[in-house]
């Protein structure tokens, strides 16, 4: 897509600070880390949402995703990652071009999700949701 920031970045139009490529993917640094070491994960050929995201390649993405998350720990002395895909601007996803985050975190590192876990008002509740998705699989 021509006006995609992230196509542009994979067809080096944008600079970006590069920590891997291959034929399919690119792993760039987020220049708007939430913790420094905050590096993205994307296929160079454009997909939006992961509904559409060829299996093979989703596959690609996450395991590339892991092996930078351990270059994250071993590299950067991170204690922990976060691994993030978000779909949709309901969801916070901003760049409409599939891409995965690989968040490094480290103790101390002052960053909170502020996670607000929610009740279903019942069991029937939750089981009545489970059987519409169930019917979509």
Known sequence: MSDC???????????????????????????GPII??????????????????????????????????????????????NIMQNNGTAAGQEVPHIHVHVIPRFEGDGHHWNWNAKKYDDFDEMAELADKMRKHL
Do not use: S, W
């Open 36 to 81: 420094k070491g905050h590096a993205l994960v994307i296929p160079k050929k454009h997909y939006d949402p992961v509904t559409k995201t060829p299996d093979d390649l989703l596959a690609k993405l996450h395991l590339t995703a892991k092996r930078i998350a351990q270059a994250q720990m071993n590299g950067l002395g991170a204690d922990g990652v």
């Open 5 to 31: 920031i992230f196509c542009k970045i994979a067809n080096k139009e944008i600079p970006a600070t590069v920590v891997f490529e291959d034929d399919d993917l690119l792993v760039f640094m987020d220049i």
